[in-house]
């Protein structure tokens, strides 16, 4: 199993450009978080989804952020417009249920 | 409001020296609590929860509910331990959890 796969690595983008983070579950786990890491804030849950259906958002920053689950094997984080201050390491997580939490290898985003 | 506090951001310890690791939180009930460790170019992964009782790589953590504390500790610190360590907690057993914003610790030689 290679584990929670999240494309791209990297982004670099220009302020107001859409940009689409996508990650792919472990097979067989019903429940998918998004989370935003920087130096700052530390890391920071954004939305996660139980059984595809949204739960709880109250992490997404604002508008400007959406996440969708149109499948149990697939995720995505979209951000329209981008602003500088997005940039940020972004990890996806999944879990079978209330158990461990098993990490992407996360997307570094830069917003220029 | 359910909080996780990392009071240091960095830890510098030198190598065989003990390592401390604090993390206080902020619920009244009964929590679940984690550590979670990023290496260097490495995901980010549990290293041991307070409901297994373990030690793993060496690292112990206790739960202290009078103090609302979960301390990582390892009595002999390796250069290998350099990372990133993140205490976490969980709820209502429900499936989400909140992190502390993190400790670097750098072992020096």
């Known amino acids: 199993d290679a584990g929670v796969i999240q494309s791209p690595r990297h982004e670099v983008t220009e302020m107001g450009q859409e940009v689409t983070l996508r990650c792919k579950p472990i097979s067989g786990h019903n429940s998918l978080f998004w989370y935003r890491q920087t130096m700052m804030r530390g890391l920071e849950l954004l939305i996660y989804?139980?059984?595809?259906?949204?739960?709880?958002d109250s992490g997404m920053p604002e508008d400007r952020f959406s996440a969708k689950m149109p499948n149990a094997s697939f995720s995505t984080l979209k951000i329209q417009p981008s602003e500088p201050r997005d940039s940020a390491v972004y990890f996806c997580a999944s879990s079978l249920g209330a158990t461990t939490q098993y990490f992407g290898p996360g997307t570094r985003l830069t917003v220029l | 409001a359910q909080r996780v506090t990392q009071p240091e951001k960095l830890l510098s310890v030198f190598k065989g020296a003990p390592v401390e690791l604090k993390c206080n939180y902020s619920?009244?009930?009964?929590?679940?609590l984690f550590w979670y460790v990023q290496y260097s170019r490495q995901r980010l992964q549990l290293l041991l929860r307070?409901?297994s009782r373990e030690s793993i790589k060496g690292f112990t953590a206790d739960l202290n509910k009078g103090e609302t504390s979960f301390h990582l500790k390892k009595p002999f610190a390796q250069e290998e331990d350099s990372a990133m360590y993140y205490c976490a907690l969980r709820w209502n057993r429900d499936d989400k959890i909140i992190f502390g914003k993190g400790t670097r610790l750098h072992i020096l030689p």
């Open positions: 307070h409901i």
């Open positions: 989804f139980n059984n595809n259906v949204p739960i709880d």
């Open positions: 619920y009244s009930g009964s929590p679940e």
